[in-house]
């Protein structure tokens, strides 16, 4: 069905932000912000401006569909302006991105770990290197050779300052707030934590959790270093305790 449009002011379709005066048959070259003064009188007078004026929000919106879709027909191979059914806007379909991975596997150190929330798995995972992180918090792994004559409790507290020193630059004084065995991955484990403070007055919880997930016979052991700022800045320290809990080796 074709229609010709009244004269009236449209949206322009070159300038959608001005309004401009379509005579009934074609564009003129007046246009004006939608605030501005009234149109030049059409034939027909004040009558067609008290139509235009008493149009709703609603009528308005439909309109200005109705001529942008008609324009561009009238653009065409065309000279009437012919207005067709007004488009559907697609909907998009549902995200399908995968849920966040709830553990981390650590293929190099033959373990996985748990990411508690907000926590997030490294871009690039290599050996003595961070393997998670989140706001003011990190996690490294590392494996250490087989060495028959030392305990994990041993390799633990000879690791900490290590740990230290490389998670926080020039540290002024530690305070060590943890040393205990546990178990870790269904075997025998220590660690050590320390609270630390850096010579730029900053401070953190480093830890080093030390274990042998293979039993018996030579075996190499699992070092797992955490380092959390200290205070609103980092993470609670209790999510140094649920990623040791909850540590598994691989093939279990």
Known sequence: MSRTLP?????????????????????????????????????GGASGRAKAVALTASGVVLVAAIVSGAFALARGDGDDVVADTVPTVATPPPSTAAPAPSRLVD?????SLPLPDGWVPAKYVTR??????????RVFTRTLPADSGAS?????????????DSS???????????SERVAVAGCTGYLVRWRVKAAQGSEGYVQ???FTPAPGGPRNAVVVRFAFDAGPDGPPLADMDRITDGIRSLGR
């Open 208 to 210: 080093s959790l030390v």
């Open 152 to 164: 994990p409790a041993s390799l633990a507290k000879k690791d900490i300052p290590q740990a230290a």
């Open 107 to 111: 293929e190099l150190d033959g373990i």
């Open 128 to 137: 003595d290197n961070v393997v998670m992180t989140t706001d003011g918090g």
């Open 7 to 43: 004269p009236g002011w449209y949206p322009d379709p070159d300038a959608p932000h001005l309004e401009r005066w379509w005579d009934g048959t074609a564009w003129t070259d007046h246009r004006r912000a939608p605030e501005g003064p009234g149109p030049p009188r059409p034939a």
């Open 168 to 178: 926080y630059a020039g540290i002024r004084s530690h305070r060590v707030v943890g």
